[in-house]
């Protein structure tokens, strides 16, 4: 992107305007500029514009007010174990803040948000992290329009996203960035920046999108806000506090990007975490135009586990709504069956339960295409939704009529929603959310086009942009990952290849013909295989787990019975996807779930040892997504195991743990994992590291864990999201040198309570590591290490340790090696301590 010109002006106007603003400015006048500061923010974040589920559509008195968000507040940060993509995360997030431990982190409302920043004189960084879609932009915006509408607030709020300072590539100094962006206020600003800093709060939105580094090591010093530097200086400047000191700056990011800062230099650190049951409630009731409409959507949303979990993020609750909400009207009083008819053709009666379940309707899986249970279904019905139900010419006609027009009006849209998925996947490929007018006319895509009722639902103006030119970014990054999907699985069917981005004009005849050599020559199926496997490939190589949902949407869109809901923009008759398929172990496919050779991939996916962990979990996504018939009966497996119905011993593979890892992902309310005498071993304990921070108790006894599983429990208990209070593993083969391992990640651990590490053959090494431990720790509360190859020589050890620590309430030491001699003094010295119960015999 180029500079931005009104840059330059900013530059020659600097040199003249400390001068103008000392003669010229009264307070008064300085006054009545803040004043139309005030104001001119206060419009451009009205609620209207960012509640509106049909952009600018709707007038104000249609659209439901703000709904309240929770959020987690602590002091400081830690990076979180996990990389995954965001949108897994957020059902964790609740059952870490419903249960967590003092200290982890407080629930709070915006509200109190709202005080300290525009109220209190707190100055430093605060710093707001949130999944996708979980509402960060959307507080940001109201913090700005609560300011703007206070009259008690003395602050001076600038506002600006880092999607804006990425067009900067020129230095530039702050005051000419303000200048700017806020031209109203050019003759008072180098005074504003001169004088009371602690006034000045500066919000700065969505640090993930920000594509120069951050160079906290390295960056020169600059406190002068005239001078001239880089984006990337100049944000490290001011969060390291040498511009505008004292000043308010509070950051938002996507968790993957925290890391971007160093906790050090964060004041007070908050967790969007989204909406909880009752918000959620709020939400339907407030966005669906009738309450019994908004009970349907939330009934059946209920009785669909992975659906339900997304529904923490408002911006899914917003997809849901719009992707259901029509439907369920247009069936009058009849009960929510199929939320999206499909059209001409039949549908199969699917099994899948209406009624919420305790734990997880996943075993319920869906197995018809009659009713959207996956999340590829609900944005294909989000999708229809707004071209059968929103678009242009059709406000007379009834609902029902419309489903029926349904395939001519998504016929009439394919060729444009393909140059808007080859927007979408290029930009996800470049990890580049907004698009300028060029971008679109490469694609064929015209400008004015933008203005059409469906268009302007899913691409919106970045209004408040610093560019010149206009500029568009997809409505939510999840629909521009499903755009991408959508388009990359259509070119895959369709022969072309999707990493190919045809020119208008010759070269997209040259694609054409290129596509129909390779067509012959690698024939249509290997040409779909292999460019599904690229997919997989190349969200494999990105750690952040950006194309996470993007396979996800791929994997969904080849089932069969996807393509039914969006009939007329997939072929009505498509070629039969890989008939007589020969490959090894195929699963036995059902006609509605995806083609054998996508099922054998996800597999395989799930065999491969190298895999990071969360990509195995986002495999069993892809799986769901696949509507794998076999998934279902697995998981039936591991609910009755869960509670504990089945018989301790079965020989378990490790693709096993990684279906477990998922389950589990999917179940909030499951606080105690119990998986004693499960031929668990190190690799197993492995795949189910994303998940095992999360629980408070985990009953590992009885397996193989050995060093190695110590190692992942290390890991596990250093995590900052760690809830773990009880932490069983009575023999698990860890030896001394697990002992060391584990007390390695108990040392950054402030949550276990209760450790029970029985038959262990820890010896007198482990017994030294464990009391170099209780010389630190304040945490524990009992030990119980019975039948350990302890000796006196431990047993003085830990006694030593034990002067320094008097929260160490019960320690057990049955069975070990002492001498008469030692027990006895083991009995003196628990004599002397009236609040431990040493438990020790011969
Ligand atoms: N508190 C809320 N009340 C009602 N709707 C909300 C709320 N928060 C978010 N939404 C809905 O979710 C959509 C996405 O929200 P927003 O853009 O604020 O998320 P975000 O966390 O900034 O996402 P990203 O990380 O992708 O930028 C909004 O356009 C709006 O429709």
């Not at 409302?109 to 960060?136: H, N, Y």
């Not at 996947?425 to 694609?443: K, M, P, Q, T, V």
């Not at 369709?494 to 050599?517: E, I, N, Q, R």
């Not at 504990?644 to 992902?665: I, K, Y």
Request: overall charge neutral; hydrophobic content about 40%; proline content about 5%.
């Amino acid at each position: 992107m180029s500079c931005i010109p009104a840059c330059t002006e900013g530059t020659t106007k600097r040199a003249t305007g400390a001068s103008i603003t000392n003669k010229e400015n009264t307070k008064d006048n300085q006054l009545e500029l803040l004043r139309k500061h005030k104001e001119i923010l206060g419009r451009e974040h009205v609620p209207a514009d960012y509640l509106s589920v049909r952009g600018g559509q709707l007038s104000g008195s249609e659209l439901g007010p703000f709904t309240e968000t929770t959020l987690s507040q602590r002091q400081g940060y830690a990076v979180p174990l996990r990389y995954q993509h965001e949108t897994t995360e957020v059902g964790d997030a609740f059952r870490k803040a419903e249960l967590g431990p003092e200290g982890q982190g407080q629930t709070c409302e915006f509200s109190k948000v709202c005080q300290s920043l525009l109220f209190d004189r707190a100055d430093g960084v605060t710093l707001l992290s949130g999944v996708a879609g979980s509402g960060k932009t959307t507080l940001v915006r109201r913090l700005v329009h609560d300011w703007a509408a206070s009259e008690e607030s003395q602050k001076v709020v600038f506002s600006l996203s880092f999607r804006e300072l990425n067009l900067v590539s020129e230095p530039q100094s702050l005051q000419e960035l303000l200048c700017v962006h806020y031209n109203h206020l050019r003759a008072i600003l180098p005074q504003i920046l001169a004088s009371d800093f602690g006034r000045i709060l500066l919000i700065l939105d969505g640090l993930d999108e920000f594509r120069f580094p951050l160079d906290f090591d390295r960056t020169p010093k600059c406190s002068d806000p005239e001078l001239a530097q880089s984006m990337g200086d100049m944000v490290v400047n001011l969060i390291k506090g040498n511009l505008l000191p004292g000043m308010s700056l509070l950051l938002t990011s996507r968790p993957h990007a925290l890391s971007k800062v160093p906790p050090q230099l964060v004041s007070v650190f908050y967790t969007v975490l989204g909406f909880s049951p009752d918000q959620q409630r709020q939400y339907f009731l407030q966005t669906c135009r009738t309450p019994r409409a908004a009970e349907k959507v939330l009934q059946y949303v209920s009785s669909h586990q992975p659906l339900l979990l997304m529904c923490h993020i408002p911006a899914f609750c917003w997809i849901v709504a719009t992707a259901l909400q029509d439907s369920v009207e247009a069936q009058g009083s009849t009960p929510l069956q199929d939320p999206m008819p499909l059209s001409t053709h039949e549908t199969t009666d699917s099994p899948i339960a209406t009624e919420p379940k305790t734990m997880c309707t996943l075993t319920d899986a869906p197995q018809g295409p009659g009713k959207p249970a996956t999340v590829t279904e609900i944005y294909c019905c989000f999708l229809k939704a707004i071209l059968v139900f929103h678009g242009e010419g059709r406000e007379g006609t009834s609902r029902v009529h419309r489903l029926q027009e349904a395939p001519r009006v998504l016929r009439g849209m394919r060729s444009l929603l393909r140059d808007l998925g080859a927007l979408a996947f290029r930009g996800l490929l470049e990890r580049r959310f907004l698009f300028d007018a060029a971008d679109l006319g490469a694609l064929a895509l015209n400008c004015s086009d933008l203005s059409r009722a469906f268009l302007v639902e899913i691409l919106r103006e970045d209004r408040a942009s610093l560019a010149c030119e206009r500029s568009f970014h997809f409505i939510h990054t999840s629909v521009q990952e499903f755009l991408a999907a959508l388009y990359y699985v259509l070119q895959s069917l369709s022969g072309a290849d999707p990493f190919f981005s045809p020119k208008p004009g010759l070269a997209s005849l040259t694609g054409k013909a290129l596509t129909a050599a390779t067509c012959r020559l690698l024939g249509h199926n290997r040409l779909v295989r292999r460019n599904v496997k690229k997919a997989f490939r190349l969200s494999e190589s990105h750690q952040s787990g950006h194309l996470d949902l993007f396979c996800r949407f791929v994997s969904g869109l080849l089932v069969p019975g996807t393509h039914q809901i969006l009939d007329g923009i997939f072929p009505r008759e498509p070629r039969k996807l890989f008939p007589g398929s020969t490959g090894r172990a195929a699963a036995p496919t059902s006609p509605t779930s995806a083609p054998p050779f996508l099922l054998r991939l996800l597999h395989s996916q799930l065999q491969r040892q190298e895999l990071r962990p969360e990509r195995q979990v986002n495999a069993c996504h892809c799986l769901y997504e696949a509507l794998d018939p076999g998934l279902s009966a697995r998981m039936q497996n591991w609910l009755c195991l869960l509670a504990q119905q089945a018989v301790a011993g079965s020989v378990r593979t490790e693709q096993d743990w990684s279906e477990l890892a998922f389950l589990l992902e999917l179940s909030p309310s499951l606080q105690d994992l119990n998986l004693e005498a499960q031929g668990l071993g190190a690799e197993g304990l492995r795949r189910l590291l994303p998940v095992l921070p999360l629980f408070s108790t985990l009953r590992l006894g009885l397996n193989p864990l050995g060093p190695e599983g110590a190692a992942i429990l290390s890991q596990a208990l250093r995590s900052p999201d760690c809830r773990i209070e009880r932490l069983w593993v009575v023999q698990t083969g860890l030896g001394c040198e697990g002992m060391k391992i584990l007390t390695e990640g108990l040392r950054e651990n402030h949550t276990v309570v209760d450790l029970r590490m029985a038959i262990n053959g820890i010896g007198d090494e482990g017994a030294y590591c464990l009391a170099e431990l209780l010389r630190t720790n304040r945490t524990l509360r009992d030990i119980r290490l019975r039948d350990n190859k302890v000796t006196d020589k431990g047993a003085e050890c830990l006694m030593a340790a034990l002067v320094e620590n008097t929260t160490l309430q019960c320690l057990w030491l049955f069975d070990n090696k002492f001498s008469k001699d030692g027990v006895q003094r083991l009995k003196e010295f628990a004599k002397g301590r009236a609040t431990l119960d040493i438990k020790v015999c011969i």
